[in-house]
């Protein structure tokens, strides 16, 4: 047999292979749903509010799920801070340089800043929150696999915001409201969670002006959810 031949036949065998597929393809990100706002806020599923037994501790929130050393407030604080982060001991944010979306404000301290959960916990509770387990609950308050479900603000702005939904607050900047409205019916759509009719007149009468504003959102996964 020819060495010609022999590569011949080799390659013959290769080409009749099963082409086995990317190992990181079966954790590949799922592909985010993208609307635009006015679509999005049209989807949202529409009932009214009940706060009977909302209490802030029913959502465990800043815990290290990955077991890291950083909990989800580090986490945040690390991954928004646009320089550097100074980071000590097992992991304790001590300086950066942030920018709060809600005032325009760029603060280094980050004892000046809070993170904001973009829905509050309250406000998830009213639309859907109080008939999840706890592990769900927990899943939302520690959600860092939505870009802007957790964000870092000034202490003032998110202290001014609590628990209201979009038809009783805004943000002092008037150039934030697009995305703010964004980044809110994007995390009520992830977390099933509803709208009352006066948030969903506020969030469409700022569609009307964001024409332009898109909306991208993946669902949460169900996992410890009781629904």
Known sequence: MTLTTLRGIIASAL??????????????????HRLS???????????AEVRAGYERAKFKHWTDADHDGCNTRAEVLIDESRTE????GSCKV???????????KTLTDPKGL??????PLAESWDSGASQWSAARREAYANDLDAERSLIAVTA????SKAD????????PLADAYCTYA????????????????????????????????????????????NA
Not at 85 to 88: A, L, T, V
Not at 94 to 104: H, I, K, N, Q, V
């Open 15 to 32: 080409l009749a292979l099963p082409v086995a597929a990317p190992a990181h393809a079966a954790s590949a990100a799922p592909e985010p």
């Open 37 to 47: 706002l006015a679509q999005a806020v049209d989807i949202l599923p529409r009932a």
């Open 85 to 88: 982060p100074d980071i000590e």
């Open 94 to 104: 001590m300086a950066g340089t942030w920018f709060s979306s809600y005032d325009g």
């Open 114 to 119: 809070d993170i904001d959960h973009m829905v």
């Open 156 to 159: 003032k702005s998110n202290r």
């Open 164 to 171: 209201q939904d979009p038809a009783q607050w805004l943000p």
């Open 182 to 225: 964004a980044d809110w019916t994007a995390t009520k759509l992830r977390w099933g969670l509803t709208a009352d009719k006066a948030e969903a007149a506020a969030l469409g009468e700022l569609a009307e002006g964001c024409s332009q504003q898109d909306v991208a959102y993946v669902p949460a996964p169900k996992d410890g959810a």
